[in-house]
């Protein structure tokens, strides 16, 4: 028998060619687990300013690019009996993971100046290079206070992490009003225990809602979607599956099903826990095509994922993901100013990473026989 192929030798040729090309795995950027820091906290070096920036002079952690601090009730302030905003300190060691070393505590500052200010930033910066997707991984635990607040139905927002484009100056990298630093994706905790603790996602600077299509309820304002981790995870884990996001109140699983709303103990824990996020973006195609990238993982279980995010507009600065932060600032004014309130939240084991850990990474598996050959004939 005589095979007499025509475009079967270069079929050939391309399928061995990649199946001897290397596999593409994820490499890791940057990891931060704070315990060989030098002590350090907002307090130190110039209190003049909230923007701590090495090129002034300012002094910050290693290995970080930038830092902004702007607490209320701290020892910079005049309240020896309060924290600063922004800890890693070796006196925290009950605040990391495990128990030793050092994290990065985040203090929040309850404050009422009569207007709707933001209070209490505690903001860290990494520059990451150009990067056209990037996974981030990091654990977090919130004190018994924080939890408290959000029984009490008084914890307001405190944004906790943000990865954006910035096509600045870098001698200003703290502007956030001038559009060049977009697109912007930020994690937010807030909620009670009405509707439960909130995921909020921000997305900034990809055309307002139509920019992002498939997120699972619509957004307010200029792209927040203050989503729930119990109604709005239907079908985002791999394959439109539901999540099996465990309930760490109750028991059972966190979803519409459940009896009551997600509360902050369900989602992270009982204080003293510590919960591991994971976000993963990739930049679209070209500008204004809808096929960006967006997914969350809580405890490694996937709870959001779309496919048509339209993170590059076609007016859009911003071409590569280049800015990681971790921190925020807080919009907290439930208390009385006079009881000079405070509560933190601790970040700790950080990575960086250039791809989806394999582990993570659905990957479908195709059961259908294969195609013959084209362009082969039986002699």
């Known amino acids: 028998m005589r095979l007499i192929a025509t475009r079967f030798s270069s079929s050939l040729l391309a399928i061995g060619m990649f199946l001897s090309s290397p596999a593409l795995h994820s490499e890791i950027i940057f990891e931060e687990n704070f315990d060989n820091q ?24 290693s290995k970080w690019d930038f830092a902004r601090v702007d607490p209320t009730w701290a020892p910079s302030k005049g309240y020896p009996d309060r924290h600063e905003s922004l800890e890693i300190l070796a006196s925290n060691s009950d605040k990391a993971r495990g128990g030793t070393g050092k994290s990065m505590v985040g203090w929040r500052d309850s404050h009422d100046p009569g207007w709707l ?18 996974y981030v991984e990091f654990y977090i635990t919130f004190s018994p206070e924080t939890h408290q607040s959000h029984l009490n139905n008084m914890l307001g927002t405190s944004k906790i992490f943000r990865l954006y484009s910035f096509s600045g100056n870098w001698n200003d990298p703290f502007d956030y009003f001038g559009g ?43 792209g927040d979607y203050p989503l729930s ?25 966190i979803g519409p099903d459940m009896e009551g709303p ?21 930049m679209n195609s070209e500008p204004g095509m809808h096929d960006g990238v967006l997914s969350q993982w809580i405890d490694d279980t996937r709870i959001l994922h779309t496919e048509r995010v339209n993170w590059i507009t076609k007016t859009s600065p911003g071409e590569y993901w280049n800015v990681l932060g ?25 990575k960086v990473m250039t791809k989806i850990p394999d ?15 084209m362009g082969v004939t039986v002699d």
């Not at 921190?327 to 970040?347: C, K, L, M, V």
């Not at 582990?359 to 050959?373: Q, V």
């Open 262 to 282: 997600a509360l902050m103990e369900s989602v992270f824990g009982p204080p003293g826990s510590w919960t591991k996020v994971a976000f993963y973006v990739k």
């Open 359 to 373: 582990d993570l990474n659905y990957k479908p598996i195709n059961t259908s026989a294969p195609n013959s050959p």
């Open 117 to 134: 200010r933001w209070n209490s930033e505690n903001l860290l910066l990494k520059r990451l290079g150009n990067q056209t997707e990037v």
């Open 38 to 61: 030098e002590d350090w906290h907002g307090g130190m070096g110039n209190v003049r300013t909230s923007s701590r920036i090495p090129a002034r002079g300012a002094v910050i952690p």
């Open 326 to 350: 971790i921190g925020g600032n807080d919009f907290f004014q439930t208390y009385s100013n006079e009881e000079r309130h405070e509560e933190w939240y601790a970040i700790d084991d950080l």
């Open 229 to 253: 981790y119990k109604t709005n995870t239907t079908g985002m884990a791999p394959a439109g599956a539901d999540p099996q996001l465990t309930d760490k109140l109750n028991g059972g699983i």
């Open 180 to 222: 060049v630093s977009h697109p912007n994706l930020i994690w937010s905790v807030k909620g009670g225990t009405t509707y439960g603790v909130q995921n909020k996602i921000s997305i900034y600077g990809v055309g307002g809602a139509a920019g992002a299509p498939d997120m699972p309820r619509k957004a307010v304002n200029s």
